[in-house]
């Protein structure tokens, strides 16, 4: 564990630049094992707190390295309303013959993966089927960011319209590479050129063109386009990303939804980030904690194990976490539930805590 993964696992999701307050501090501190005092720059306690982290970053930074497996690209499918995002997560779910083949019955657990042929290899992409940028925007505002590829779903017959800009603002603003889906061709009155040169004004320009985004003509109606349109979120991935992950070490990631259901309790759909969660693992999420009781896929089937980019339906967590909440396997459920606390005892501080000074890592660093 690094300092900012420490930071991540109470819910504070910090980067090195983000300032944080002393309760968080103090927080990590007994989480390193140290006593934090508040400190004038020079204090010893924060030069040894800061070589300590630096220490674990380092050896966890390189461990990793070491391990890192390709994973499944994550996509986001965004766009003005009625352009058919819906319809083009429904295309894309039934043509996943292996799903078909296994006569499952789908079920909803806020994403899905499909196989993909590539290049002659087997590949998967995981879809998050909220469609949407609210979706995207929630999780982002609680320090989620899931998202790998957006596909951003323009109808040919109504061209850019004002969510098409939002989404491909959100897109842009988190980084996420773009693969535009032309929707509707089978539309007589479809005029994909046409999209194709309004969207240059956002810097996105077809190959075509002489840029580098794949746009490409799909009808979700008719189902035709999909397998080009999953070539495209591939070769863009790999194109724009180093998609990789260690699947040998405990479980971290994302709650993508979650309810509270009458006969199996809080029932919770996670995004694995990395690492492999199994049944049986002792998991805190957001302020949530307790034991894998069982993992479901999105055919409905009980799975044993999810590695990276997988999502999985997770039963057996004390309480309902919310979207973007993140989680990770414990070695057991008392740190599981020490940690949920600490979590809680955050958020209940929070309000108090925002009014306080509040002191930057870099500063803390700098020292
Ligand atoms: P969303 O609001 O972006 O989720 O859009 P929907 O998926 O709900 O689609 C809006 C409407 O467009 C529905 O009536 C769909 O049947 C229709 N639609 C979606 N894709 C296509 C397409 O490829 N061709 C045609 N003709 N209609 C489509
Ligand atoms: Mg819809």
């Not at 070589?51 to 970053?57: N, P």
Request: proline share 4%.
């Amino acid at each position: 564990t690094n300092l900012v993964t420490i930071l991540f696992h109470l819910g504070e999701m910090a980067t090195i630049t983000q300032s944080l307050d002393e309760d968080t501090f103090q927080i990590l501190a007994e989480e390193l094992g140290y006593k934090l005092q508040i400190v004038s720059p020079e204090d010893e306690d924060r030069e040894l707190l800061e070589s300590f982290a630096i220490d674990l970053e380092a050896e966890e930074a390189e461990e990793d390295d070491e391990n890192r497996v390709a994973r499944p690209p994550v996509v986001t499918v965004m766009g003005h309303v009625d352009h058919g995002k819906t319809k083009l997560l429904d295309a894309v779910r039934s043509a996943n013959v292996v799903s078909k083949e296994a006569g499952g019955i789908t079920q909803h657990i806020g994403a899905y993966q499909v196989p993909v042929e590539h290049e002659g290899e087997e590949r998967r992409i995981t879809f998050l089927d909220t469609p949407g940028h609210e979706a995207f925007t929630a999780m982002r505002a609680r320090g989620a960011e899931v998202t790998d590829v957006a596909i951003l779903v323009v109808a040919a017959d109504d061209g850019v319209m004002p969510q098409t800009i939002e989404a491909l603002n959100h897109a842009q603003a988190a980084d996420v590479p773009i693969v535009v889906a032309v929707n509707k061709i089978d539309k007589d009155t479809a005029n994909p050129a046409k999209v194709m040169q309004q969207l240059t004004e956002y810097n996105l320009v077809a190959e075509e063109y002489g840029g580098d985004t794949m746009f490409v003509p799909i009808s979700a109606l008719k189902g035709t386009g999909i397998e080009d349109l999953l070539e495209a979120v591939l070769l863009t991935a790999d194109a724009a990303l180093d998609l990789r992950a260690n699947p040998d070490k405990a479980a971290r990631g994302i709650a993508i939804e979650a309810k509270l259901d009458k006969g199996r309790g809080a029932v919770a759909s996670v995004l694995v980030e990395s690492g492999t969660l199994r049944q049986g693992d002792a998991i805190v999420c957001g302020t949530a904690h307790g034991r894998v009781r069982a993992m479901f896929d999105e055919n409905g089937d009980q799975v044993e194990e999810a590695g990276p980019s997988r999502p999985v339906q997770v039963l057996g967590l004390s309480s309902v976490p919310r979207a973007g909440d993140s989680f990770l396997a414990t070695d057991d459920d008392r740190t599981a539930r020490q940690i949920a606390e600490k979590r809680d005892a955050i958020e209940r501080n929070a309000a108090q805590a925002r009014g306080r000074k509040r002191i930057s890592l870099e500063d803390f660093t700098k020292a």
